[in-house]
């Protein structure tokens, strides 16, 4: 990775004062990376407790149907079981949501997807719940399956959600719709008379899993105050925890969540999955009740990336210059809301890409039908659009004659500009900047599978070509492409969401030696946040031994690890909280030394290396000195700049707090008589604002354009018109793997964004965008088609 000074007129980060090592800057080994990669860590599905229950899920094998009738009698003689619960014996609300509730607990009188829980079986063995809920017998009347926009929204359609009562139902033009937001900006009528070039496309991307490798699961344990006490792998503690309380009809204390070891998520993890089955069969059973799905059940147990189709119109000068655009995005959040007004909001105002434009005229829709329920992944609504607006951005390169980065560049956002919501970009935006630098990297080698062997005559590396070690060509029909991709990201929660974060330092003097200890509640799904707050904690307090509590709700929120947030709003919790702490022990220094060393006057004092020390480095006492028996115990809230929602018939409004902007080259070989394809490097170039931990950046990065290259060329959940999934395993749902993986050359850019702690920027999104049509781009130049679609197959690329 190489870290890129800024360009002339950018501002690279201030703000780095030096603290203990392994501070704010340095890549300390993660506390659980050595446990993670010999398998001794413990993830959520090793969790055990000796009287423990098994909990089971029957689940609807119809995506529409009629609910007639239950019957549990037969599974409660199976020997072993212990309860079997269905709607029926739920104790208070029945529904939970993450932005409204419509999701029934258990289904009552009609199921709306095919892996809809139906009822709950807890028994003595896990093989001994699944035969118990075998033996529960279902009456089930199918129903017409919606499955699309004419589907969902014709005259006739079945309405899925009737007596809708949520905030957006009122605004919306049919009860299957779930949330529509337009972004109109200039006078796009007018402006056509203007446009001497128009390029137009239809667009459509898939249905991408998370595919995390740890699969839902808990252990929830009944308490003496008859409460609960869960352990869980999940994304958000205290939203789990809110809508958990009225479904156990306990109030919130007595509903006490603490993360478990999380085997990743991406998103899938925020919304509930088995938390409120494993509570419901604990406190019926009066047992601990564990949960663990396989990966069968798990593609039915958690929401996915929303499938979309997507409708765009450019319009630009001869010279390059873009007048106009307008787009439709169509996105299928299934059949219940989950995510999906928060998932329209983003497609709808990053729907045009980090390029200004004067005229726009952009609708976005998300809707209700019996697919699986899609909600949150990584990117959220930006991944989709990335696709279709720089497909189009190539095929106006195209229609002009014009290099496609020399396109982009020309229109490229830079800050002072204004997005088509109104809101300008009031920090650095390196839009061209990051296209040059991946445009200057030198190409990979030609032909690369051409070696020798060990006395130096020709051979081929089948590893080196598309097919790899199937043996399919030797280099016939191969042809190289190289395509490039830049998107914009929004970071943090927007739209006028109370955006906040908890952290809670203490400092104190343990065994002789200052000690800092920091709790919060912010789920370490793999990102890292342990090890950041442990160095932000080394920086502002100066102390090297820093412990890092387990994440619970005994602390305040600190909102979901999504959005590429944590950094930026725990790790500003954590700071601020540190920053208070640092102040009381200034003023305790004060107090209690201050007449022996006239620095303590000093206005500018820091901690570091475990003292008080003036601004030239002069130590003026030890912490354990300053504090003695005392420990500072402070827990403090941070929130980013207020945002306000988008205006719903325009779309105007300052609505995200911050955007992460990432390009890609795409280098591809691709044999073009199979269809097979090679990526044989994904160059990226991202503004990070500052690498609090630049190994961390570097996964991050990485991480991201993986999971974009999968969404490109492998990744899709293949659902039916039935609504019926065709592909719930890792055997026919592929993602990549190591050879699929190429090499990963970056650039880093750290240009401080002023509005944010250490002007860090959220890292984790932005790659997943623009790696997808960064890579459909090479595949277009070396075969000459269009590819409106991805994921990419060979059927769609092969000759003949």
């Given amino acids: 990775m190489s870290v890129v000074p800024p360009p002339a007129g950018l501002t690279q980060h201030a703000d780095a004062r030096p603290g203990a090592d392994g501070g704010v800057g340095a890549s300390p080994q993660r506390p659980d990376g050595i446990l993670k990669v010999t398998g001794e860590f413990a993830y959520s599905s090793d969790l055990w407790h000796q009287d423990m229950l098994w909990g089971h899920t029957l689940r609807s094998p119809h995506a529409h149907a009629e609910i007639r009738g239950i019957d549990i009698s037969e599974a409660l003689t199976v020997p072993g079981v212990h309860c079997v619960l269905t709607h029926a014996d739920l104790p208070a609300a029945t529904h939970y949501g993450l932005e409204f509730e419509d999701q029934p607990v258990l289904a009552s009188d009609r199921v709306r997807y095919q892996g809809e829980p139906v009822a709950l079986v807890a028994a003595d063995h896990p093989e001994t719940a699944r035969r118990a809920a075998e033996r529960i017998r279902v009456d089930y009347a199918p129903l017409p399956v919606v499955h699309d926009e ?4 014709a005259p006739d359609a079945p309405v899925l959600h009737p007596g809708r009562d949520d905030h957006h139902a009122e605004h919306v033009p049919h009860p299957n719709v779930v949330h529509v937001q337009p972004v ?3 006078d796009v009528e007018s402006a056509r008379a203007e446009a001497e070039v128009v390029v137009r496309g239809s667009y459509t991307v898939g249905m991408q899993d998370q595919a995390f490798l740890g699969p839902e699961s808990g252990l929830a344990v009944p308490a003496e105050d008859g409460g609960v006490d869960l352990y869980v792998a999940t994304q958000w503690l205290h939203v789990d925890q809110r809508q958990l309380a009225p479904v156990l009809g306990l109030p919130a204390e007595r509903v006490r969540l603490t993360l478990a070891g999380v085997g990743g998520a991406f998103g899938a993890r925020e919304d509930l999955s088995m938390q409120a089955h494993a509570c419901l069969l604990a ?7 564990k949960m663990v799905y396989n990966r069968y059940e798990s593609f039915f147990g958690h929401v996915h990336r929303h499938p979309a189709r997507l409708t765009y119109e450019h319009g630009a000068t001869r010279d390059g210059r873009l007048v106009y655009v307008t787009a439709r995005i169509v996105l299928d959040g299934g059949a219940y809301a989950s995510s999906t007004p928060a998932v329209v909001g983003n497609a709808a105002s990053l729907g045009i890409g980090p390029y200004r434009v004067p005229h726009v005229s952009m609708e976005a829709v998300g809707l209700y039908t019996n697919n699986p329920p899609c909600g949150a992944m990584r990117g959220f609504g930006a991944v989709q659009a990335c696709f279709a607006y720089e497909a189009q951005m190539d095929k106006l390169a195209a229609a002009l004659g014009m290099d496609p980065v020399e396109l982009r560049q020309r229109n490229a956002l830079s800050q002072g500009g204004a997005l088509p919501t109104g809101q300008r970009v009031d920090a650095p935006a390196p839009v061209a900047e990051l296209l040059r630098l991946v445009r200057d990297r030198p190409l990979p080698p030609e032909r690369p599978w051409e070696t020798s062997d060990a006395v130096g005559r020709p051979a081929v590396d089948l590893r080196a070509l598309p097919g790899g070690l199937a043996n399919t060509t030797h280099g016939e029909g191969v042809v190289r492409g190289v395509g490039y991709a830049v998107g914009i990201k929004n970071v943090g929660f927007s739209e006028g969401f109370d955006d906040y974060s908890t952290a809670r330092v203490r400092l104190a003097v343990v065994a002789g030696e200052p000690q800092v200890t ?3 509640a912010m789920a370490e799904v793999g990102q890292g946040g342990v090890t950041v707050h442990a160095q932000i904690a080394r920086t502002e307090l100066g102390v090297g031994r820093v412990s890092i509590l387990p994440a619970d709700t005994r602390v305040g929120s600190a909102g979901s690890t999504s959005a590429s947030r944590q950094t930026y709003m725990t790790g500003g919790a954590v700071r601020n909280t540190c920053e208070a702490v640092r102040a009381e022990v200034l003023r305790l ?23 008080v020390v003036t601004e030239d480095g002069t130590a003026l006492a030890g912490l354990a000195e300053v504090l003695g028996d005392t420990a500072i115990d402070l827990e403090l809230e941070f929130r980013h700049r207020p945002t ?7 779309g105007q409004g300052f609505g995200h707090v911050q955007y992460s902007f990432c390009a890609h080259r795409a280098v591809v070989d ?13 160059a990226a170039a991202q503004d990070v604002g500052r690498a609090i931990n630049p190994q961390a950046v570097r996964g991050q990065i990485h991480g991201g354009s993986t999971q974009g290259l999968g969404l490109a060329v492998l990744e899709e959940i293949l659902v039916g018109p039935d609504g019926t999934i065709r592909n719930p395993s890792f055997t026919d749902y592929l993602i990549p793997t190591i050879l699929d993986t190429p090499p990963m050359p970056l650039d880093v850019l750290e240009l401080a964004d002023p509005h944010a702690p250490y002007g860090l920027r959220g890292v984790g999104e932005a790659p997943t ?21 991805v994921p990419v197959r060979p059927e769609h690329l092969a000759r003949g």
Avoid: C, N
């Fill in 589 to 611: 220094g004060r107090e209690r030394l201050g007449d022996e060393h006239p620095g303590w006057a000093e206005p500018e004092l820091r901690l570091a290396d475990g003292a």
């Fill in 150 to 153: 004419a589907s969902a929204t």
């Fill in 283 to 289: 406190l019926r059973a009066d047992r601990p009740v």
């Fill in 518 to 520: 920091v709790h919060t």
């Fill in 644 to 650: 306000e929602p988008f205006d719903r018939a325009t």
């Fill in 670 to 682: 691709v044999d073009v008589e199979l269809g097979l394809v090679k990526v044989v490097e994904l």
């Fill in 769 to 789: 965008l623009s790696a997808t049509p960064a890579i459909v781009a090479a595949i277009r130049q070396a075969t000459g088609q269009e590819l409106p679609r």
């Fill in 184 to 186: 109109i900006s200039g």
